[in-house]
């Protein structure tokens, strides 16, 4: 109870930062794309990551202002950056199925677009397989309202929940998220490798767009350049990073 009050009192007193981790296409070398990704500055405790809140924040409801708050911020900065004249980059946020269990999710981004300026299209949204699996008709019902609007879709941790594949065909996403779990090992195990390949052939047959996450060395690279991987996220790019820091990358 102690933590979610805090909790509490950090979003009504702005200890939430947004950090950003940028995107690169592998065909053309350019950050298409950057994830917003909460951080709370805690008095104490210093930056804290969100494995140590976000379940917290689920089971008590708090996602749902959490996720407003990242959304709008995110919202706000992508558009500040569109301004300064920085390259255009579309900002992705992370979702919680809470937040599409809202009824009226889908006027409030429409709502947070209006207020900050931002072009739908330079908004994605990323919705877990997991959670998707959970409440698949509501999911996809919010999610053709998202996309006639603009916004671009993701399914994020991709290969961990338990895929029936047939699920992507009815699902109206544009990008699969590769998870990291498949990537960090990619150079030495082949089986990671062949369901690597499997998902990227899948995906593009689908006509989705792979993205894989947590990509931390070059071998890694070089083999999702070969299987024709659209993107990449991780440290090889750059880590999670406050939004200043993400600005020196761009410009
Ligand atoms: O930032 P980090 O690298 O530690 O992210 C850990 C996890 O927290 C990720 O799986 C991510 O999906 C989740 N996460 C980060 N920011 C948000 C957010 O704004 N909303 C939701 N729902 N999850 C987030
Ligand atoms: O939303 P998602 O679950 O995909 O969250 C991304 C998480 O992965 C964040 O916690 C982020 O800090 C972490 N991450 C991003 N890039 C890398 C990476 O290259 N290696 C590792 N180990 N973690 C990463
Ligand atoms: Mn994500
Ligand atoms: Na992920």
Redesign the pocket.
């Known amino acids: 109870l102690q933590m979610e009050n805090q909790l509490r009192k950090a979003l009504v007193e702005g200890q939430l930062e947004v950090?950003y981790?940028p995107r690169l296409t592998l065909l053309d070398d350019r950050l298409e794309a950057a994830?917003a990704?909460v951080r709370w500055r805690h008095p104490q405790q210093g930056l804290v990551?969100?494995?140590q809140f976000i379940p917290l924040a689920e089971e008590t409801g708090l996602i749902i202002p959490l996720g407003e708050f990242v959304l709008r911020e995110a919202c706000r900065q992508a558009r500040e950056w569109q301004r300064s004249g920085l390259a255009d980059i579309r900002i992705s946020v992370?979702l919680s199925v809470k937040q599409l269990r809202q009824g009226n999710f889908v006027s409030l981004v429409r709502q947070v677009l209006e207020e900050t300026g931002l072009p739908a299209s330079m908004l994605e949204l990323?919705l877990?397989e997991s959670q998707l699996l959970d409440d698949i008709d509501n999911a996809i019902n919010i999610s053709r309202q998202l996309r006639a609007l603009g916004i671009k879709l993701a399914i994020?941790?991709f290969g961990t929940g338990y895929s029936s594949l047939s699920y992507l065909k009815r699902f109206p996403v544009d990008y699969v998220?590769i998870?990291?779990t498949f990537?960090?090992e990619l150079e030495h195990s082949a089986e990671d490798a062949a369901i690597v390949r499997a998902i990227i052939a899948m995906a593009h047959n689908l006509e989705l767009q792979v993205v894989a996450?947590?990509?931390?060395t070059q071998a890694q690279m070089d083999f999702l350049k070969d299987q024709r991987c659209d993107e990449i996220?991780?440290?090889?790019?750059s880590?999670?990073v406050p939004a200043v820091q993400l600005a020196e990358l761009l410009g």
Do not use: H
Request: hydrophobic content about 30%.
């Open positions: 950090f981790q994830e990704l990551a969100p494995a992370n990323e877990t994020d941790d998220k998870d990291r990537i960090c996450e947590g990509v931390e996220q991780g440290y090889l790019v880590r999670p």
